[in-house]
T-cell receptor, first 114, second 111 residues
Framework: AQSVTQLDSQVPVFEEAPVELRCNYS??????LFWYVQYPNQGLQLLLK??????LVKGINGFEAEFNKSQTSFHLRKPSVHISDTAEYFC????????????FGSGTRLLVRP | DTAVSQTPKYLVTQMGNDKSIKCEQN?????MYWYKQDSKKFLKIMFS???????INETVPNRFSPKSPDKAHLNLHINSLELGDSAVYFC??????????FGPGTRLTVL
C-alpha cells in the first residue's frame, strides 16, 4: 500500500521569503507524484507532477519540486511567496496501474503574512 | 467551458434523506473519480469508473452508490444520510497523461 506524509500541518512565512513544503511517501512499487493546491472553498488545482525524467519539475505559479527516490521525498519549493499563495497544499501519489487512484497526504496550510 | 462541473455546490439535508450529486466532464476522459474531503481536509478516494465500468470501490458504506450513464458523467447517490456523511465531495477525471482534474466540490451538510 502507498502512503504520503506531510509533516507540517501549517507553515507560516513572510511575503517574499522562500518556502519549502515537505512531502515523503512510502510505496513498494513505482509511483507518480503530484502537488495540488486548494484555495479556500475551491476545488483542487494541479501545481505540478513527476511522472518520469528530470527529477526537478517546475509547475505553475513559480513552484517547483524535486523527486528524491533514495529519500522517498517530493518537497515543494518557491523562492519568493506572495500573499496570494496562502492556501492548502496537498502532496499525492498514484500507483502506475489501471486504477491510478490518488493517495493524498494530510495537507499543509501555507500562511503568507505581509 | 468548465472542464469538470458538479451540482449542486451546496447541499443541506436532514438525516435519513436520500440525495444525489451530479458530475460532468467535457474533457473527453475515460476515467472519473469521487473523493471525499472530511472536516479536517483529509481527502480519500471513494469510487472510480472507467468508460462506465466500476474499477475502484473503496471501503465505502453501500448507502453510497455511484452511477455512470456515460463516460462524461459520474453521479453519486447517497441513501439514508447520516451526520458523518457531512463533507465536501469532489469529482475528478483523469487524462491520458495521468493528471486528475477536479471539480469545484459539493459541500454536503447533514442536520
Amino acid at each position: 500500500a502507498q502512503s504520503v506524509t506531510q509533516l507540517d500541518s501549517q507553515v507560516p512565512v513572510f511575503e517574499e521569503a522562500p518556502v519549502e513544503l515537505r512531502c515523503n511517501y512510502s510505496s513498494s512499487v513505482s509511483v507518480y507524484l503530484f502537488w495540488y493546491v486548494q484555495y479556500p472553498n475551491q476545488g483542487l488545482q494541479l501545481l505540478l507532477k513527476y511522472l518520469s525524467g528530470s527529477t526537478l519539475v517546475k509547475g505553475i505559479n513559480g513552484f517547483e519540486a524535486e523527486f528524491n527516490k533514495s529519500q522517498t521525498s517530493f518537497h515543494l519549493r518557491k523562492p519568493s511567496v506572495h500573499i496570494s499563495d496562502t492556501a492548502e497544499y496537498f502532496c499525492a501519489v498514484t500507483r502506475m496501474d489501471s486504477s491510478y487512484k490518488l493517495i493524498f497526504g494530510s495537507g499543509t496550510r501555507l500562511l503568507v503574512r505581509p | 467551458d468548465t472542464a469538470v462541473s458538479q451540482t449542486p455546490k451546496y447541499l443541506v439535508t436532514q438525516m435519513g434523506n436520500d440525495k444525489s450529486i451530479k458530475c460532468e466532464q467535457n474533457l473527453g476522459h475515460d476515467t472519473m473519480y469521487w473523493y471525499k474531503q472530511d472536516s479536517k481536509k483529509f481527502l480519500k478516494i471513494m469510487f472510480s469508473y472507467n468508460n462506465k465500468e466500476l474499477i475502484i470501490n473503496e471501503t465505502v458504506p453501500n448507502r453510497f452508490s455511484p452511477k455512470s450513464p456515460d463516460k462524461a458523467h459520474l453521479n453519486l447517490h447517497i441513501n439514508s444520510l447520516e451526520l458523518g456523511d457531512s463533507a465536501v465531495y469532489f469529482c475528478a477525471s483523469r487524462s491520458s497523461y495521468n493528471e486528475q482534474f477536479f471539480g469545484p466540490g459539493t459541500r454536503l451538510t447533514v442536520l
